[in-house]
């Protein structure tokens, strides 16, 4: 097959039939970096998990499947012209929404009540794109009238109803399996026939944040199924590293790579209701 792309995580190749084999690899990235070394099984965990939320998903928009994969870490997807934009829905206050609010009260140009903190529950899921940024660079917030400015008002609203539509849904499914969906990263992108589509990945430990419910306290970071726990292990004086430094992050230790892994099975798990074999 034809290598057409690698990013962070995936590697895409072109099919002779002119399909797009996407295979997700056991890569893990944060802070605009790739780690070392990989999580075991997590490119058949997001793989796994998509499709299934893609069944979840079917009735508010259509996806890029197009047929079997050869292995659990690998889908057979149509091409798509994708939207020039990170299309994001919060319904938590976290990461860089967090940061953002911090600063000036408001996400992606989005004002929010004053005196919300950690891990505070938003009045209602908000939509905060923003650009999106080649390997190695970071992506940057924008508003609502920035996406209308780069893809048009009518897209533009369409991109948003989506994006919050997707969140709700999987907000709720979520709910009902413990979980709190935080926030959620999707694909966008035009199929042949102009219609937007799902690509990419969906509702993953790494387009999303997840939090166990049981465990929630707005007031300081969650406990998460998701990268956060690398995250959080880079920023410790444990690993030593200055994100602003400049320099690459330090390998992993074993202890949380398999942590790690371990977070990523049950976010599987628990949503879906499978075991995973692997």
């Known amino acids: 097959m034809k290598h057409v792309h690698s990013g962070k995580v995936r590697d895409l190749f072109e099919t002779d039939e002119g399909l797009l084999l996407m295979v997700a690899s056991d890569r893990i990235s944060a802070f605009d970096h790739v780690l070392e070394p990989e999580i075991p099984d997590k490119g058949a965990i997001l793989t796994q998990l998509s499709l299934w939320w893609f069944d979840q998903l079917s009735d508010i928009v259509p996806h890029h499947l197009a047929g079997a994969a050869p292995d659990a870490r690998s889908m057979v997807c149509k091409p798509l012209t994708m939207v020039p934009v990170e299309c994001v829905a919060r319904?938590?206050?976290?990461?860089?929404?967090?940061?953002?609010?911090?600063?000036?009260?408001?996400?992606?140009?989005?004002?929010?009540?004053?005196?919300?903190?950690?891990?505070?529950?938003?009045?209602?899921?908000?939509?905060?794109?923003?650009?999106?940024?080649?390997?190695?660079?970071?992506?940057?917030?924008?508003?609502?009238?920035?996406?209308?400015?780069?893809?048009?008002?009518?897209?533009?609203?369409?991109?948003?109803?989506?994006?919050?539509?997707?969140?709700?849904?999987?907000?709720?499914?979520?709910?009902?399996?413990?979980?709190?969906?935080?926030?959620?990263?999707?694909?966008?992108g035009w199929d042949s026939n102009g219609v937007l589509t799902l690509g990419d990945e969906a509702l993953t430990p790494d387009s999303s944040r997840f939090w166990p419910l049981d465990q929630w306290e707005p007031g300081h970071a969650q406990p998460s199924f998701d990268k956060q726990y690398v995250r959080d292990w880079l920023t410790s004086p444990e690993s030593g590293w200055d994100k602003s430094s400049g320099e690459a992050p330090p390998r992993l230790p074993d202890e949380v790579v398999e942590r790690t892994r371990q977070r990523y099975v049950e976010a599987y798990e628990r949503l879906t209701g499978h075991s995973f074999t692997g």
């Not at 209602?124 to 940057?140: L, M, N, R």
């Not at 048009?152 to 919050?164: D, H, V």
């Open 91 to 188: 319904g938590y206050l976290a990461g860089s929404g967090l940061a953002d609010y911090r600063r000036d009260g408001a996400v992606s140009g989005v004002r929010l009540p004053q005196g919300l903190q950690d891990g505070s529950r938003l009045p209602e899921p908000i939509f905060t794109p923003s650009t999106k940024a080649p390997i190695g660079e970071h992506d940057e917030p924008i508003s609502f009238d920035q996406v209308v400015a780069e893809v048009g008002k009518e897209t533009a609203e369409e991109l948003r109803r989506i994006t919050l539509a997707v969140y709700t849904r999987g907000a709720e499914i979520a709910h009902e399996r413990g979980i709190i969906l935080a926030d959620t990263k999707i694909e966008l």
